[in-house]
């Protein structure tokens, strides 16, 4: 059974880069066709799917937050990884990551998700 924990700071200033890490288990991220994704659901509204990585590690972004917006992995310990450069008191939300079959760009199409980590952007 495919797990996935995030982790990272709950604080972040602005104009920090926010980053987070999320570990898999019982399941691996090179499994084709598995995507590995971040979602992120501000106070208030829907969560909003933000990028994600494929099994080969290609990579996709959400247009506006393309330019600040980095997912990377690393395979030998099956982490992946977000990083939000820039960030502002907007960017404060509940911060998941989740896994699919295949790219998916809207957050409710995803069936496992982790348990979130709230990031608060605060000076």
């Known amino acids: 059974q495919v797990q996935l924990v995030e982790s990272g700071p709950g604080r972040v200033k602005p104009s920090q880069t926010l980053s987070l890490t999320c570990s898999v288990s019982?399941?691996?991220?090179?499994?084709?066709?598995?995507?590995w994704a971040w979602i992120r659901q501000p106070p208030g509204q829907d969560p909003e799917w933000m990028g994600g990585?494929?099994?080969?590690?290609?990579?996709d972004y959400r247009p506006p937050l393309r330019s600040r917006t980095s997912i990377s992995r690393d395979t030998s310990k099956n982490q992946f990884f977000l990083h939000l450069t820039s960030v502002t008191p907007e960017d404060t939300a509940v911060y998941y990551c989740?896994?699919?079959?295949?790219?998916?760009?809207?957050?409710?199409?995803?069936?496992?998700w982790g348990q979130g980590t709230l990031v608060i952007v605060s000076s």
């Open positions: 990585i494929r099994y080969d590690g290609d990579t």
């Open positions: 019982g399941g691996y991220l090179t499994a084709y066709p598995s995507y």
């Open positions: 989740a896994r699919a079959e295949g790219l998916r760009t809207v957050a409710n199409a995803y069936g496992l």
